[in-house]
């Protein structure tokens, strides 16, 4: 496996258990729609959060969640809408990202709740 897949998924995988310790509910994990997919899908109060994960060994060219541009968040929200519609889901709708910075074993992790609005 690639190096950079490898972060990601270890970036996952902290995001998994932050945001558990965080109260959420995780409902599914790399949920496919097309050829792309959701990272996490959660439920916290009276919302069903889709979660973004970005994973960075440096911030040297920006943050981790400045990588979600706007045609990843236009692909999130249709995934959103399919996941929605697919499963009856009648919780309200919120994108989050969980940035992660992770290097010589250290992590530095950022939740954005409501990082973006869905536009399609």
């Known amino acids: ?67 979600v541009d706007t045609a990843k968040q236009r692909f999130l929200v249709k995934a959103a809408n399919e996941y929605i519609t697919r499963f009856n889901r009648e919780e309200e709708a919120r994108f989050d990202i969980v940035s992660i910075l992770y290097n010589d074993h250290k992590k530095d992790i950022q939740h954005i709740e409501d990082a973006f609005y869905a536009r399609l």
């Open 1 to 67: 496996m690639a190096d950079h897949n490898d972060l990601g998924n270890k970036g996952e995988l902290f995001a998994q258990d932050f945001l558990r310790k965080k109260g959420f509910k995780i409902l599914e994990t790399n949920w496919r729609f097309q050829h792309k997919e959701i990272d996490i899908i959660a439920l916290k109060d009276d919302f069903i959060v889709f979660v973004e994960v970005k994973t960075r060994q440096t911030n040297y060219f920006g943050e981790p969640f400045v990588f």
